[in-house]
């Protein structure tokens, strides 16, 4: 399975030359190599973004708004270590259909953003969810700061199995509820959900004042459609539900649309509130998302 890599020297070397060379090739941008930080006071000035509904007044560049007629927040660089939760979802679409590896694509990613935030001694947990029996809704790592300890997220990674529906929601209100310090939270998830239950959710974190960046995953055969004509018979991954179909020519361009809609919406709904968003569709592709999609999130400046 892809999460294995995430252990592996080669991989981490990577990640390393990764962090390296986009700090060389910075020029005059502000800031420094960071996964992120809150909108909030600091020790000093980092940088700008624009303003999104809810931002707080106080740190509106009223400079560029008398100038520029520019709505723009001013960021500070953190005067602690920003907490970052990995929200992972381990529900059964994930699992499904099992040569996507999209839940292996999902840890490897969430890994990878562990190990690179560790290099600033950021404090940094993985959190899995999905409806479990037994009413639990998240499974979470503890915290770690330093690289040394990295190798402590193996057995969670290891175990965590593809099962259960997507409780994007519950899981969210579970998170909210430990009433932790607004930090950074990266959910990462294929979103087969109503669109009204992930859209809430992701509002909820952001009212919280977290900064939340969202990956999402799908698998190569879901973005193409790609599966050989004939008859099936499809179970439901997480509901059960049962039902016999013909797949042909028609059904495929009908699953291509459906995926494409899907990807649209959640990326439109990331930028309408300020959410940093990230494609990774195919596993086959960890390599080039890592490369290509890791500094869109501002986890690579």
């Known amino acids: ?34 996964i992120g930080r809150v909108q909030g006071t600091g ?33 500070f660089r953190a005067e602690r270590q920003v907490e970052i939760t990995v929200l992972i979802d381990g529900s059964a679409s994930m699992g499904v259909p ?33 409806d479990r029996r037994g009413g639990r ?33 519950a899981a969210v209100d579970e998170l909210l509820s430990e009433r932790r310090p607004a930090g ?11 669109s009204s239950d992930y859209e809430s959710a ?19 055969h879901e973005v193409a459609g790609s599966y050989p004509p004939g008859p099936y018979r499809i179970r439901d991954a997480e509901t059960g539900t049962i039902r016999e179909v013909m797949f042909g020519p028609a059904q495929a361009e009908a699953c291509r649309n459906r995926a ?12 309408r509130r300020g959410v940093a968003h990230a494609a990774a569709f195919g596993a086959n592709r960890a390599d080039e998302i890592i490369r290509n999609e890791f500094p869109r999130l501002g986890i690579i400046a």
Not at 5 to 17: G, N, T
């Open 43 to 75: 020790i000093e000035p980092e940088n700008f973004r624009e303003y999104t509904e809810g931002d707080d007044l106080r740190y509106l560049d009223w400079n560029a708004l008398a100038r520029l007629d520019n709505l723009s927040i001013r960021t």
């Open 1 to 34: 399975m892809l999460e294995k890599r995430a252990f592996e020297p080669e991989f981490m070397r990577r990640l390393d030359s990764l962090v390296i060379g986009a700090t060389r090739a910075r020029t005059l941008r502000a800031g420094r190599r960071t």
């Open 98 to 130: 099992a040569s996507d590896d999209k839940l292996g694509l999902a840890l490897l990613l969430g890994a990878g953003l562990a190990y690179i935030a560790m290099g600033e001694n950021d404090p940094v947990r993985l959190v899995a969810f999905s």
């Open 184 to 194: 950074i939270v990266v959910v990462i998830s294929d979103f087969l959900v109503n």
């Open 260 to 271: 494409r809609i899907h990807a649209d919406r959640i990326r439109d709904f990331c930028r």
């Open 137 to 169: 809704r998240m499974i979470a790592t503890r915290f770690h700061r330093r690289r040394e300890s990295y190798a402590e997220f193996r057995p969670f990674i290891s175990a965590l199995k593809s099962r259960g529906e997507t409780q994007i929601g």
């Open 202 to 220: 992701l509002s909820r974190l952001v009212a919280a004042r977290h900064d939340v960046k969202v990956i999402h995953v799908m698998g190569e």
